[in-house]
């Protein structure tokens, strides 16, 4: 599908909003800041875009529905659980790498959503959350996972994987994929070594 | 060692100041609010702490210099590296669960300490994660963990412990023991059960 100039534009936009939103915050980002950062006017850019509180919910429901669906995609693929969780740190790893900033307005600045989106994003996230507890609970029950607390098995998952964002730069010594492959190893198989 | 009335007076001071910093953040909160709290006049606060400043310091440095005496300590026992991450691990949960305000604290509003304490406190972090990256890498080397990236196993390690903060309050279904055995489960033994 060809993007049209106009959708190019916009994207052009909220990445650069995306960018702002994390460096100065929310609060601390005007729409004329946004306009200078593009190199538009402000009165076109509204052309575009009606507000920044437009741009807060696209930035963050676009990462969302990314979670969301791919969830939906991996819960269906004819793979182990083991597989699954996999799928899913990578998929963690590959949003923080390659789309940072948003990832970033996500996890912190959806706070700022206006009702009734709040509760919108609020649900999304507790669903995505649920799905991904569903994975560790069937792979405990399959015997492929170990016994361990669900809830405290999955928050130790999300959060290991949380300091990609603040740390990760290309050309940190490290490619994306051995980022990845170290960081399952660790969760998935252990530090240690089996005896 | 008895505790004198001044020390005691002081103690309840920082304890006060580190759950409001945390809740409104060390911009949001004012001597005022805090002499509120501890059920003072601010006027005779100021015979036990000079100002907001040496608060945020010496809550910082509490929690920093725990971390660092712990890890001398840690580093010197007779036990395997496997028993040292693990008591490191343990190190933080107990220290989120026990004194969360103070952790977040040093977490979070270090960046508002004036120099040279700043560079004080950045130091004896980055002290610290070498001392932890150390342990990993000799563990390697020794053969009881996997041959993992150290930079990517210390930050997943040190980052999946984070959530406690967030989410840990007694009563939640789960003692803080539980919480601990769980996590040291992932991080060690992998979410995998071996083959």
Known sequence: MLKTKRTVKRELILAEAAKLFKDRGYGGTSMRDLAGQVGMEAASMYNHIRSKDELLDSICFRISDTYISQLAQIQAQATSYSGKIRALVRLHIQLMVEDGAAVSVANHDWKYLPEPRLSE????????????????????????FRPVNVSVALFTVLSAVRWVELWYRPGRGLTAEELETNIITVLLGGLERPG
Chains 1, 2 share one sequence.
């Open 121 to 144: 994003f609020k649900q999304a996230r507790k669903s995505y959350e649920r799905g991904f507890a569903a994975l560790i609970e069937a792979g405990i029950a399959a015997g492929e």
